[in-house]
């Protein structure tokens, strides 16, 4: 037996006062000389003992009923398992990630729990439950459930960690009974640790599809690009045999090319042309495992070219076959004949092996360098340290030391750096690496691009100025000549003015540029025929730097507008994560308070926290003593 409140045991003590008062009234009897009458000595006698057995039953009497009612305030019971209280609170996380999607035997899983959940659940029942997105504390069923009825799928997942954390914040700190149920269907996440607190039982409810079927669409590429058209490449998985794939390409809402998927293995490609020019393209499958991944959304966009001004004291054929005509403005000139206005509207400028950088040049350099602008040196044999540290000191923490005149090989590439995202397929180490003959010292914390051997840089990065640190002549090394110069220069162009891809992935930070000019009161939109939203963007002086994190929720080709007037599309889809669907073991990791269904969950939940109260018992036993006291008083004689 247990009690609730069992400090007020201490008031058992009391019982001792009717025992005192008990005592206190046991008096001996006076003597008195009689006749010698027999009988009445005898009547006396048994009328002495008869009197002392009364007075000690009622008193015990009066003890029990006494004891009874202080019990019954400590309101004791009985429970299954070892608990201090009857008091609860259950918490409960209802997994509503896209895997959920999939079939159960009756809808789909996530379906299927809510319903399940509002009939187990007592109406009169308060608990907690939160899902990837939503949290409701301290309500009941009947007050959530329409919003779980209409609850709909998200493209965020908790992980455990998250889950165990955000449970035990809607817990109290009260002395109660915690339950938290955890209803997902558990999809391979991160390696993660049971985290609970001691007070807490964890309970696992593994919701199993009843066919895990599914075909996905993976990515979009442009394969080739032509005068007149592209030619996408379409990445498809599935995990089922499928012989015959149809898939049809939508620019908008209209069909424009339908094709199949020729699968190897899991894995499945379809290429796909279309015309050149602006396309809201949307990829589409028919499947019947999950929805989401079934559409894939991407825009082409008619071509911004990037402007790249070169500042020549050497030869740049190199350059110009790089920032070709299609996607680049390139245009070339020597320092005695610098367009300092025309400056203003590059996106990189590159000074090319300049022996002196003129203070007319660095003044301008910093203006376009605040304005979002980046920079590309390659430095000269002959360079002039002086006005190169005064650039420097200005717009990075970085100096040049000094010219080291000994023979170095390349062979260090930072395959992390933003320059070669998607560049390699995999980490090269048997790569045919350059040389050069000469290299200058950087003093500073700059970002070490590409690497000599002995670890110090040939191309550095530090806050958008790219520095070599060796002449690009074919006199002074055989860069030029090496295959890594093209993604490299390349990349550093193309990331000056960062123009959106053909589709981003939903919660993630995203920066991306917009070739456009704004007055002080006007701001960029993103929408589509269904949401809208203004995003965080900043100004310069030939473009605007868009950033978005939690927006847009829905998967689609959204148009970025200024008053009505539109710039170009930008596509977002959800993450294709949950199309795995490659499940936890939770018995291997928890054995115990494991189900597969709701209602063995709660079944077994309603066992444990079964309790049995008493205090209503000893309330009743208090008012048996009483009435055995006063029939005691009545009819013992």
Not at 58 to 65: E, F, N, P, Q, W
Not at 344 to 366: D, G, R, Y
Not at 475 to 500: C, D, H, M, R, W
Not at 589 to 612: Q, R
Request: aromatic share 10%.
């Amino acid at each position: 037996m247990q009690f609730k409140h069992p400090e007020i045991l201490w008031a058992l003590f009391l019982l001792i006062i009717p025992i005192i008062i008990h005592l206190f009234q046991l008096r001996k009897f006076q003597k008195e000389a009689f006749t010698n009458v027999a009988f009445l000595k005898q009547l006396n006698l048994q009328t002495r003992k008869s009197s002392q057995l009364k007075k000690w039953l009622v008193l015990l009497t009066r003890l029990l009923a006494l004891a009874s009612v202080i019990i019954a305030f400590t309101e004791p019971y009985f429970a299954n398992r070892n608990i201090k209280t009857t008091a609860k609170e259950t918490v409960i996380y209802l997994d509503n990630s896209y895997s959920m999607e999939l079939k159960g035997s009756h809808g789909t899983l996530l379906q299927e729990s809510i319903n399940q959940l509002i009939k187990n659940i007592p109406e009169t029942e308060v608990f907690s439950l939160f899902t990837n997105t939503d949290s409701y504390k301290d309500v009941k069923i009947t007050a959530i459930k329409n919003e779980l009825l209409t609850d709909s799928y998200s493209s965020t997942q908790l992980e455990l960690n998250e889950v165990f954390l955000k449970g035990n914040q809607l817990f109290s700190d009260k002395n109660t009974i915690k339950d938290f149920i955890l209803l997902s269907d558990f999809q391979q996440r991160e390696p993660f640790k049971i985290d609970s607190k001691e007070d807490e039982t964890l309970y696992f409810v593994q919701l199993q599809p009843s066919e895990k079927n599914n075909i996905a669409i993976d990515s979009v590429y442009i394969d080739k690009k032509e005068l007149s058209t592209y030619e996408l490449k379409v990445q498809v998985s599935k995990n089922y045999p499928v012989d015959n794939l149809p898939i049809a390409l939508y620019d908008g809402d209209k069909l424009i090319a339908k094709t199949s998927v020729t699968f190897e293995n899991n894995l499945g490609t379809a290429i796909l042309s279309v015309p050149s020019g602006n396309l809201k393209g949307k990829i589409s499958i028919e499947d019947n495992g999950l929805q989401y991944d079934n559409s894939l959304y991407f825009s082409i966009n008619k071509n911004d070219n990037i402007n790249v001004l070169a500042i020549n004291n050497a030869d740049d054929n190199f350059l110009k076959k790089i920032f070709t005509e299609d996607e680049f403005n390139y245009t070339n000139t020597p320092t005695n004949a610098i367009d300092y206005n025309s400056i203003q509207q590059q996106n990189l400028i590159v000074l090319n092996e300049l022996k002196v950088i003129p203070n007319s040049l660095i003044t301008t350099l910093l203006e376009v360098k605040k304005q979002g602008a980046s920079i590309l040196i390659i430095p000269s044999v002959e360079t002039d340290l002086n006005t190169y540290n005064q650039l420097f000191k200005n717009i990075s923490n970085t100096s040049i030391v000094s010219l080291n005149k000994k023979e170095k090989q390349i062979t260090t590439i930072a395959f992390d750096h933003p320059l070669f995202k998607n560049v390699f397929d995999a980490k090269v180490t048997n790569f045919q690496y350059p040389k050069t003959k000469i290299s200058y010292s950087l003093l500073g914390t700059n970002e070490n691009v590409i690497s000599y051997t002995d670890n110090t840089p040939f191309l550095a990065e530090n806050n958008g100025i790219y520095i070599f640190t060796s002449p690009l002549n074919k006199e002074v090394g055989n860069f030029q000549n090496s295959p890594l110069i093209v993604p490299t220069l390349y990349n550093i162009a193309k990331q000056s003015l960062a123009l959106p891809n053909l589709y981003y992935t939903i919660g993630k930070n995203i920066t991306f540029d917009v070739k456009a000019k704004l007055t002080s009161d006007e701001i960029l939109t993103i929408e589509n025929k269904n949401t809208s939203f203004i995003p965080l963007q900043q100004t310069y002086s030939n473009h605007i730097s868009i950033t978005t994190t939690n927006l847009p929720k829905e998967a689609g080709v959204y148009t970025i507008t200024k008053n009505k007037e539109e710039f170009m599309d930008v596509s977002f889809n959800f993450s294709r994560k949950e199309s795995e669907l490659n499940y936890l073991d939770i018995n291997t990791i928890t054995p115990k308070n494991t189900f597969s269904n709701i209602p063995d969950a709660f079944k077994n939940i309603k066992s444990e926290n079964n309790v049995d109260e008493l205090w209503k018992w000893f309330v009743i036993f208090a008012l048996v003593f009483l009435c055995i006291e006063l029939l005691i008083l009545k009819y013992f004689k």
